[in-house]
T-cell receptor, first 110, second 112 residues
Framework: GQQVMQIPQYQHVQEGEDFTTYCNSS?????IQWYKQRPGGHPVFLIQ???SGEVKKQKRLTFQFGEAKKNSSLHITATQTTDVGTYFC??????????WGAGTKLIIKP | EAGVAQSPRYKIIEKRQSVAFWCNPI?????LYWYQQILGQGPKLLIQ????????DSQLPKDRFSAERLKGVDSTLKIQPAKLEDSAVYLC??????????FGPGTRLTVL
């Protein structure tokens, strides 16, 4: 069946360092969405990628969608304490099925 | 605009009891999702409605879970009977098509 693998599970960084999380699908995606969930909160939408090879930026966040529409990444430049949380990708497939990655927890070391 | 409303926010029950959760999506959103999120894990889609029809319920444990969306607006999710492993946060989300999902605050269920 369709699967979305997300790595790493955790990432510890010093404030100011960069952070990247990756999602890989077993089959081609229609689109992929990224969400952020703060501790104790609910997921909040960040962005949706639809086109093959698409790159979108939101301030320090850069999102990429692979040419084959099977993988995606989120990169944060110069992390800040406000970036703490778990980042999830959610992949939509052509059969309308929606599969979430397991999330990458960003931990900023003091 | 008002967000996704869910109730109750917290529920504690004993195993084998029944429980129901309610969700009111954002006005005009045709798509409604119910998720189960176990502590430390990602959201697991239980059921997806398009208006009052079911799009995907492949991960819904149908022997004990049921959901309905009457008139294509509000939705209820029921568990009967509950098991210990059902302890989780149940999240409701809505969207305009296969677009941005807006989440409610969730219902934290504890099964003792």
């Amino acid at each position: 069946g369709q699967q979305v693998m997300q790595i790493p599970q955790y990432q510890h960084v010093q404030e100011g360092e960069d952070f990247t999380t990756y999602c890989n699908s077993s089959t081609t995606l229609s689109n992929i969405q990224w969400y952020k969930q703060r501790p104790g909160g609910h997921p909040v939408f960040l962005i949706q990628l639809v086109k093959s090879g698409e790159v979108k930026k939101q301030k320090r966040l850069t999102f990429q969608f692979g040419e084959a529409k099977k993988n995606s990444s989120l990169h944060i430049t110069a992390t800040q304490t406000t970036d703490v949380g778990t980042y999830f990708c959610a992949g939509f497939y052509s059969n309308y099925q929606l599969i979430w990655g397991a999330g990458t927890k960003l931990i900023i070391k003091p | 605009e008002a967000g996704v409303a869910q109730s109750p926010r917290y529920k504690i029950i004993e195993k084998r009891q029944s429980v129901a959760f309610w969700c009111n999506p954002i006005s005009g959103h045709a798509t409604l999702y119910w998720y189960q999120q176990i502590l430390g894990q990602g959201p697991k889609l239980l059921i997806q409605f398009q208006n009052n029809g079911v799009v995907d319920d492949s991960q819904l444990p149908k022997d004990r879970f049921s959901a309905e969306r009457l008139k294509g607006v509000d939705s209820t999710l029921k568990i009967q009977p509950a098991k210990l492993e059902d302890s989780a946060v149940y999240l409701c989300a809505s969207s305009f098509g296969a677009d941005t999902q807006y989440f409610g605050p969730g219902t934290r269920l504890t099964v003792l």
